[in-house]
């Protein structure tokens, strides 16, 4: 904004507004003029999917809270209301339940995007933590929505998240019966876990400003992981980057569409249609699909490590498998930014893809045989990539050439004519050579 700005209001009343609060300035210079690099691939189309995505979950769930009833006697039923009684009250449920899961594949997505080109490193590093921020409520947001409904699930995967306290030494017992305002999941737990499923998307919605001004600060990163160096790297926010947000968040549309109404209950678990009973645990308690690699985590640690019991061992783990993201931007030594040029972290990464997958995979069968053994291996892939490959690498990969900027980048796999266009021009089509 400021100095750099090329807002130029064309009535009398934008004028007047611009002299008192330059809204519209800001909008303009962040979302029409601002500059981004002219080579982003569909990979950097996540961001805007994600802002989308917590629009429609705060729109949907809005609207679901008007008839929904946080009370175990009613809430089941005031669930079955909806999808039964309320006019369109099961596109909104399934919206809402099926958005949870788009969410969270737009979040993996976004999050594997930043690894592979190493966004989080010098100097968006308080970009990246923000981000793990938005993807810690995330997490809360989603495990206390789950309850809400008040079937078997929520029940009785309240029950065992919440149980995870209890190996915190000291305070542990403490801090479950403040989440669940007693000693056992019940009425006061609903209550309290739907005030903050209210709450918390709003809080995202604060953290996403703050991540969207720190992009603002260092600008975007892009698939050579080269800074923009020059007027012809770059091209308009609008019309280039938005047609672009746009037909990836029609694709998106597209995916989360079949799934609601093809496969609207695919990603659930039947047991919830069961209404919420103590005195009966079910056969496997499963978390919903977005948590199972953490759940894998958690039961890979089977045995006690030194003085800490294996309980505690496996919160810490699973604790510690998103805390690790934390400290990435530090983890990685490696000069260059991009996987695109370093084929030992490609590989490494695409490891890594491979075997978090593998590890939702093992979060949802039984913790018991041959299945203990490879969590306890993919547990350790896990912990070895961001400790020990990443810190490593950096230190012995010998990176491939890298261009001398994005417009040489970009010319360069055009064909390589010509000398720098104009900004904006360069991404049309007809200039290829
Ligand atoms: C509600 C969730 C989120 C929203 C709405 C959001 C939004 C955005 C947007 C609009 C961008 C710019 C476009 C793009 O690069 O895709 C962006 C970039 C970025 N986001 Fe997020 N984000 C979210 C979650 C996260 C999470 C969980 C992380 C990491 C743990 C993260 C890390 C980053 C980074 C590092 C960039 C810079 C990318 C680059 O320039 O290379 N974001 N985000």
Redesign the pocket.
């Known amino acids: 904004m400021g100095a750099h700005s090329t807002y130029s209001p064309k009535t009398g009343i934008g004028r007047w507004v611009d002299a008192r609060m330059p809204l519209p300035r800001l909008v303009h210079d962040s979302f029409v003029s601002f500059p981004v690099p002219r080579n982003l691939n569909y990979a ?5 999917i ?2 989308l995505m ?1 629009g429609a979950q705060i729109l949907t769930g809005v609207v679901l809270a008007m008839h929904y009833a946080a009370d175990t006697r009613f809430a089941f039923q005031s669930v079955e209301k909806v999808m039964r009684d309320v006019n369109s009250g099961w596109l909104l449920r399934y919206l809402h339940a099926n958005g949870a899961s788009m ?1 969270f594949i737009a ?1 993996y997505l ?2 594997a ?2 690894l592979y ?1 190493g ?2 490193k010098q100097p ?1 590093e308080l ?2 933590i ?3 921020i ?2 810690l409520l ?1 997490m809360a947001t989603g495990f206390m929505g789950y309850v809400l409904p008040w079937g078997q699930m929520s029940f009785w995967g309240a029950t065992v998240i919440t149980g995870f306290f209890t190996a915190i030494p000291l305070v542990g017992e403490w801090v479950q019966q403040l989440l669940l305002g007693g000693f056992a999941v019940d009425n006061p737990t609903l209550n309290r876990f739907f005030a903050l499923h209210y709450l918390l998307p709003f809080m ?1 919605a604060g953290v ?1 400003v703050l ?2 001004w720190a ?1 603002h600060v260092v ?4 698939p050579t992981g080269i800074e923009v160096k020059s007027k012809t790297d770059t091209v308009a926010f609008t019309p280039y980057a938005t047609v672009k947000d746009a037909l990836g968040m029609i694709v998106f549309l597209i995916l989360f569409s079949y799934f609601v109404f093809y496969l609207p209950n695919y990603l659930g678990h039947p047991d919830n249609y069961t209404i919420a009973n103590p005195l009966k645990t079910p056969a496997h308690i499963v978390p919903e699909w977005y948590y199972l690699p953490f759940y894998a985590i958690l039961r890979a640690i089977t045995f006690n490590i030194g003085p800490i019991d294996s309980k505690l061992g496996g919160v810490l783990a699973m604790f510690g498998a998103i805390a690790v ?1 934390f400290f990435v931007p530090w983890l990685d030594t490696s000069r260059v930014r991009s996987a695109a040029y370093r084929p030992w972290y490609k590989l490494f990464f695409w490891l890594f893809a491979i075997n978090a997958i593998f590890l939702g995979w093992l979060g949802s069968r039984p913790a018991e045989g041959a299945y203990v053994i490879m969590s306890q291996l993919s547990t350790l892939y896990y912990f070895a990539f961001f400790l020990v490959i990443m810190p490593l690498l950096g230190l012995f990969e010998t990176p491939r050439k890298l261009p001398g900027s994005i417009t040489e980048a970009v010319l360069a796999k055009h064909g390589g004519h010509g000398a720098a266009l104009p900004q904006g021009a360069a991404a049309a089509p007809e200039h290829k050579g």
């Open positions: 950097y189309t996540f961001g805007g994600l802002a917590l969410f979040v976004h999050i995007r930043g080109y966004s989080y968006r970009l990246w923000l981000g793990c938005i993807y995330m995202i996403v991540h969207i992009l600008g975007q990163t892009n993201l």
